[in-house]
């Protein structure tokens, strides 16, 4: 926001392509073009050049829970291995995810999101997990993922997503689970800049 809102102030004079490379020298490169962009973007830094890619993605409304009682992530150790076995089955379901997102098809993406890495040991840090999910899934949410590198949770509903968050809200209020909840959809503009004026 603030690259955008300087080159804006002063000359405009960078493109967006610009404002990218440099963001993504100064923060995670897997953020920037997914916030410039919007939609299914993914890049890479390859020497000084970013390279992008926008893919079609069906639209979606979600429930994003945050739970306030999670454990503190533990940090990996430099003793820490990952089984090749799980890494490549995670890398064989990266195709399965895009077609699920580009379509729409959440019995896919419910399939396409089951992380052997990390869920486990991030499943573990949230009280009453499977309670919640299950829960959740009695109210039609058709998959659930982790939401970033914390231990904030997006349920994918086959219906009305503010249902969801409402029936979320009253059981983890019911079983005294200190959660925030919200409706999100995706977003496919990005960063859109508009001029307002004064009379």
Not at 33 to 58: C, F, K, N, Q, Y
Not at 87 to 93: P, T
């Amino acid at each position: 926001a603030g690259m955008i809102g300087a080159n804006n102030l002063f000359s405009g004079s960078l493109t967006r392509q610009q404002i990218m490379t440099m963001a993504a020298q100064a923060l995670p490169v897997e953020q920037v073009a997914p916030i410039m962009l919007g939609g299914l973007t993914s890049s890479v830094m390859h020497e000084d050049r970013l390279i992008t890619r926008t893919m079609p993605v069906s639209s979606f409304r979600m429930v994003l829970m945050l739970p306030l009682n999670a454990a503190a992530p533990q940090q990996p150790t430099p003793e820490s291995r990952v089984a090749l076995a799980d890494a490549l089955y995670n890398l064989r379901l990266m195709p399965l995810l895009m077609e699920a997102l580009r379509t729409g098809d959440l019995e896919l993406f419910s399939l396409a999101l089951r992380d052997r890495l990390f869920d486990e040991a991030r499943r573990r840090q949230i009280p009453a997990y499977d309670d919640i999910v299950d829960f959740a899934q009695r109210w039609g949410s058709r998959a659930v993922t982790f939401a970033g590198d914390g231990c904030a949770l997006l349920f994918f509903p086959d219906r009305d997503a503010d249902k969801l968050k409402e029936a979320l809200e009253a059981y983890c209020d019911d079983e005294a689970l200190p959660v925030r909840l919200w409706t999100l959809g995706i977003d496919t503009q990005g960063v859109v800049v508009s001029v307002a004026s004064s009379s």
